[in-house]
């Protein structure tokens, strides 16, 4: 017979059950009415504006933009706070969960994504149609679903990695410094000669590919629709192949198996890996911390076999659920507007988003500084790049993917099976039935 | 008699207060266990019997953050058996158990012994093997890491030494890097049991010792019939605690393989598993809490199992 007690314990319980069923609900949708918005009015309103890691090296930069735009709407202000780059999506995790977003957010499109998704973000391409046609085409792409119609994000600075390679493994392996791969093909090549030669005491390749490596080897990674995942096709398995085939003859480092993407630019900087990828601002670095890589530093173009580089992205993006919308809006248009991207990217070695911004001679002529090749050379590709990560693309995915490439290259599995099992968890993971 | 009066307790002093007894302290019975009892009460339903539940609950829907989810029945069940990982990740929790288990049983035992010793300077040598115990994992994983590495001391000393003639693949090869995840977490664990052996080791009578030195027993047949029977209980305590946890590893291997679980993520633990698919933004959170309840009944069992046993033995 059921006690006082047992009943006691019992409803507790049950009332603990449905109470933990509240996770299943989901994050509240946004509270700014759709439609237009316009800042032509006086700004009032307090907001509040978060980056990502950027306080400690350009604090001068931001507090001056702000003291610009609060001294341009004296009736706004804005609270700047920077978290750091650990644990940066969980803070936006919590935030969101909280339903206390920042009005105005530094993401990018990886980061983005699942907040619009869960209707967080104000849709641009609503509320303020007419300043879209004020950014790349390319970096817009980045913050769109093309399926809802929507934008979710302002493009802000871009960048895109330039190749660096060591000029003197290239001539100890007994290759040409002066004819650095501009292919895939040719790296892998040029990987095998190099294995041949010295026999793993310094590799060519430092890492695995990555989905974007696969889109620049031609390789299609979404079908028409955008929605399917086919990275499976003869051309990709082609591309595993070769990475195995490097891999046996030591041109692979054997370590980038488990490797991060910062470990395999470890093992660049320390000269058992010739040749990676960068950007701008990996330079400073170089010379500060590797200098004899410095001394032989070889620059040349991304290696893409489409015509078009890759292109990274990071993005301003506005709470749907801000209480002084006009004020969020017209602060992350001024954020992003081409004379502050200007201002930027001169001390940061970034590239603006807006339309025309990269025929500034800035980035198309070369005034002999550290940085300036490296500058020119990355402003060059951005003219047609791309960015060949989709922004459906999760963590997830990217272990999934390295996971079953590393199995392929050390002849664990075949190339086709590999890719079959990264694209089959692709679409279970995004949702797409098979 | 004039000692009978000084002795003599002048009645006029006695006060009526003290002569009442005290009054009693009003409990209220029913419900004072439960005030004094509220705020730990509390904390474990908010941080241990909620998040469980939640975890249940979470575990039969396809829940993500920030969207919700709805109840999907045992899909993620069906889901985690069919999937690879899981199962190696299984296996290789059931390696760490069966691998760096006896040892952490056994070796802070004959620590232990040596140890306890009172020889001059032996409080220096206590700190130092306890050092890698107040170390951080992370800290420690990163210098096991730059010792392992195909580039690190090991592989250089052994190159140099003309022992090698490639690196050993101690971190890129899926058993070698469970093997060197082991090794840290021995080397780490040691002096931590050590030191429970320690204050077990003090309890033996010493008398037992000396009643087996008269029988003509020896070190090796004292340890075996004297030291050892009385560490029973405690050997199978740290036995349970050691498997449990190595059961749950996550820190080592995370470390050792830059947070990849090793080539092919094939040294990855359950727990691995459990942060790879069930945080960030994208995180599967369903299947993720399926995972960690798989995890909860398999160390339950461990424990129902460990438990019986020295229960039927010390019985």
């Given at each position: 017979m059921?006690?006082r007690?047992?009943l006691?314990?019992?409803?507790s319980?049950?009332?603990l059950?449905?109470?933990?069923?509240c996770g299943?609900?989901?994050?509240?949708?946004?509270?700014?009415a759709?439609?237009?918005i316009g800042?032509?009015?006086?700004l009032?309103?307090?907001?509040?504006?978060q980056?990502w890691?950027l306080?400690?090296?350009?604090?001068?930069?931001f507090?001056?933009?702000?003291?610009?735009?609060?001294?341009?709407h004296?009736?706004a202000?804005?609270?700047?706070?920077?978290?750091?780059?650990?644990?940066?999506?969980?803070?936006?995790?919590?935030?969101?969960s909280?339903?206390?977003?920042?009005d105005?957010?530094?993401?990018?499109?990886?980061?983005?994504?699942?907040?619009?998704?869960?209707?967080?973000?104000?849709?641009?391409?609503?509320?303020?149609?007419?300043?879209?046609?004020?950014?790349?085409?390319g970096?817009?792409?980045?913050?769109?679903?093309?399926?809802?119609g929507?934008?979710?994000?302002?493009?802000?600075?871009?960048?895109?990695?330039?190749?660096?390679?060591n000029?003197?493994?290239?001539?100890?392996a007994?290759l040409?410094?002066?004819?650095?791969?501009?292919?895939w093909?040719?790296?892998?090549?040029?990987?095998?000669?190099?294995?041949?030669?010295?026999?793993?005491?310094?590799y060519?390749?430092?890492?695995?590919?990555a989905?974007?490596?696969f889109?620049m080897y031609?390789?299609?990674?979404?079908?028409?629709?955008?929605?399917?995942f086919?990275?499976?096709d003869e051309r990709?398995?082609?591309?595993?192949?070769?990475?195995r085939?490097?891999?046996?003859?030591?041109?692979?480092?054997?370590?980038?198996?488990?490797?991060?993407?910062t470990?395999?630019?470890?093992?660049f900087?320390?000269?058992?890996?010739?040749l990676?990828?960068?950007?701008?601002y990996?330079?400073?670095?170089?010379k500060?911390n590797?200098?004899d890589?410095?001394?032989?530093l070889?620059?040349?173009?991304t290696?893409?076999?489409?015509g078009?580089?890759n292109?990274?992205?990071?993005?301003?993006?506005v709470?749907?659920?801000?209480?002084h919308?006009e004020?969020a809006?017209?602060?992350?248009?001024?954020?992003t507007?081409?004379?502050?991207?200007?201002?930027?990217?001169?001390?940061?070695?970034v590239?603006?988003?807006?339309?025309?911004?990269?025929?500034?001679?800035?980035?198309t002529?070369?005034?002999?500084?550290?940085?300036s090749?490296v500058?020119?050379?990355?402003?060059?590709q951005?003219d047609?790049a791309?960015n060949?990560?989709?922004v459906v693309?999760?963590?997830?995915m990217?272990?999934?993917l390295?996971r079953q490439?590393?199995?392929?290259v050390?002849?664990?599995?075949t190339?086709?099976?590999a890719?079959?099992?990264?694209?089959?968890?692709?679409?279970?993971?995004?949702?797409?039935s098979? | 008699?004039?000692?009978?009066?000084?002795?003599?307790?002048?009645?006029?002093v006695?006060t009526?207060?003290r002569?009442?007894?005290?009054?009693p302290v009003?409990?209220h019975?029913?419900?004072?266990?439960?005030?004094?009892m509220?705020?730990?009460?509390?904390?474990?339903i908010?941080?241990?019997?909620?998040?469980?539940?939640?975890?249940?609950?979470?575990?039969?829907?396809?829940a993500?953050?920030?969207l919700?989810?709805?109840?999907?029945?045992?899909?993620?069940?069906?889901?985690?058996?069919?999937?690879?990982?899981?199962?190696?990740?299984?296996?290789?929790?059931?390696?760490?158990?069966v691998?760096?288990v006896p040892?952490?049983?056994i070796l802070p035992?004959?620590?232990?012994m040596?140890?306890?010793?009172?020889?001059?300077?032996?409080?220096?040598?206590?700190?130092?093997?306890?050092?890698?115990?107040?170390?951080?994992?992370?800290v420690t994983g990163?210098?096991?890491?730059?010792l392992?590495?195909?580039r690190g001391?090991?592989?250089?000393?052994?190159?140099?030494?003309?022992?090698?003639?490639?690196?050993?693949?101690?971190?890129t090869?899926e058993?070698l890097?469970l093997?060197?995840s082991?090794?840290?977490t021995?080397?780490q664990?040691?002096?931590y049991y050590?030191?429970?052996?320690?204050?077990?080791?003090?309890?033996?009578?010493?008398?037992?010792h000396?009643?087996?030195?008269?029988?003509?027993a020896?070190p090796?047949?004292?340890?075996?019939?004297?030291t050892?029977?009385?560490?029973?209980?405690?050997?199978?305590?740290?036995?349970?605690?050691?498997?449990l946890?190595?059961?749950r590893?996550f820190?080592?291997?995370?470390?050792?393989?830059?947070?990849?679980?090793?080539p092919?993520?094939?040294s990855?633990?359950?727990v691995m598993?459990?942060?790879e698919?069930?945080?960030?933004?994208s995180?599967?959170?369903?299947?993720?809490?399926?995972?960690?309840?798989?995890l909860?009944?398999l160390?339950l069992?461990?424990?129902?199992?460990?438990?019986?046993?020295?229960?039927r033995?010390e019985?």
């Amino acid at each position: 017979m059921l006690t006082r007690r047992d009943l006691m314990t019992g409803g507790s319980l049950t009332g603990l059950l449905l109470l933990s069923g509240c996770g299943l609900q989901p994050t509240g949708g946004p509270t700014v009415a759709s439609g237009p918005i316009g800042t032509d009015i006086e700004l009032e309103g307090a907001i509040r504006f978060q980056t990502w890691n950027l306080r400690s090296a350009y604090l001068e930069y931001f507090e001056g933009l702000i003291d610009e735009f609060v001294a341009a709407h004296p009736g706004a202000s804005v609270d700047w706070v920077d978290q750091p780059a650990d644990g940066y999506a969980d803070n936006l995790q919590v935030d969101a969960s909280n339903l206390d977003l920042p009005d105005v957010m530094n993401l990018a499109p990886d980061l983005a994504w699942p907040l619009a998704q869960a209707g967080l973000l104000l849709d641009i391409a609503d509320a303020r149609p007419e300043v879209l046609d004020g950014y790349a085409d390319g970096a817009i792409e980045d913050y769109s679903d093309p399926q809802a119609g929507t934008t979710f994000a302002y493009p802000w600075y871009l960048n895109t990695g330039p190749i660096f390679y060591n000029r003197a493994l290239f001539e100890e392996a007994g290759l040409d410094p002066d004819d650095p791969p501009t292919t895939w093909d040719e790296l892998f090549d040029l990987a095998d000669a190099m294995g041949d030669a010295v026999d793993g005491r310094f590799y060519m390749i430092g890492q695995l590919p990555a989905i974007a490596d696969f889109g620049m080897y031609g390789v299609q990674v979404l079908d028409d629709d955008q929605e399917r995942f086919i990275f499976n096709d003869e051309r990709a398995v082609r591309m595993v192949e070769r990475y195995r085939q490097a891999y046996e003859r030591k041109g692979l480092l054997p370590d980038s198996t488990v490797l991060t993407y910062t470990g395999g630019g470890e093992r660049f900087q320390s000269g058992q890996v010739a040749l990676s990828t960068g950007s701008a601002y990996d330079v400073a670095n170089f010379k500060e911390n590797a200098p004899d890589l410095y001394a032989n530093l070889g620059i040349t173009e991304t290696l893409t076999d489409t015509g078009h580089a890759n292109m990274f992205s990071q993005g301003i993006a506005v709470s749907s659920r801000t209480e002084h919308p006009e004020v969020a809006i017209a602060f992350a248009e001024f954020l992003t507007s081409q004379e502050k991207q200007m201002e930027f990217a001169h001390i940061v070695d970034v590239f603006p988003s807006t339309e025309g911004a990269l025929e500034d001679p800035y980035f198309t002529e070369d005034d002999g500084s550290d940085t300036s090749e490296v500058r020119v050379v990355a402003a060059g590709q951005l003219d047609s790049a791309r960015n060949y990560t989709p922004v459906v693309w999760t963590e997830e995915m990217r272990v999934e993917l390295q996971r079953q490439v590393g199995d392929a290259v050390v002849g664990r599995i075949t190339a086709q099976e590999a890719l079959d099992a990264s694209v089959a968890q692709a679409n279970r993971l995004a949702g797409v039935s098979e | 008699m004039s000692t009978a009066t000084t002795l003599e307790r002048p009645q006029a002093v006695e006060t009526p207060q003290r002569r009442r007894k005290p009054a009693p302290v009003r409990t209220h019975a029913p419900l004072t266990p439960w005030l004094l009892m509220a705020p730990a009460l509390l904390a474990a339903i908010v941080f241990v019997l909620f998040p469980f539940l939640n975890t249940i609950v979470l575990s039969f829907t396809d829940a993500r953050p920030l969207l919700g989810g709805s109840f999907n029945g045992l899909q993620n069940y069906r889901d985690l058996l069919a999937d690879p990982m899981f199962w190696i990740a299984l296996r290789n929790c059931l390696i760490y158990v069966v691998g760096a288990v006896p040892p952490l049983v056994i070796l802070p035992l004959l620590l232990a012994m040596l140890v306890r010793k009172a020889v001059p300077g032996i409080g220096a040598i206590r700190t130092a093997i306890y050092t890698p115990v107040i170390a951080s994992v992370v800290v420690t994983g990163l210098i096991w890491t730059w010792l392992l590495d195909s580039r690190g001391l090991v592989n250089s000393m052994a190159g140099w030494l003309g022992i090698i003639s490639s690196p050993i693949p101690f971190l890129t090869d899926e058993y070698l890097l469970l093997i060197s995840s082991m090794i840290v977490t021995v080397w780490q664990g040691i002096a931590y049991y050590m030191v429970v052996y320690l204050a077990v080791l003090a309890n033996v009578p010493q008398s037992l010792h000396e009643a087996a030195m008269m029988d003509g027993a020896g070190p090796v047949r004292r340890f075996l019939t004297v030291t050892l029977p009385a560490m029973r209980s405690t050997m199978l305590l740290i036995g349970i605690i050691a498997s449990l946890a190595a059961f749950r590893i996550f820190s080592e291997i995370f470390v050792l393989s830059g947070g990849t679980g090793g080539p092919g993520g094939r040294s990855s633990s359950l727990v691995m598993l459990i942060r790879e698919s069930g945080t960030g933004l994208s995180g599967r959170l369903g299947y993720s809490s399926a995972v960690s309840i798989v995890l909860f009944l398999l160390t339950l069992i461990l424990m129902i199992v460990n438990l019986r046993m020295t229960y039927r033995k010390e019985s």
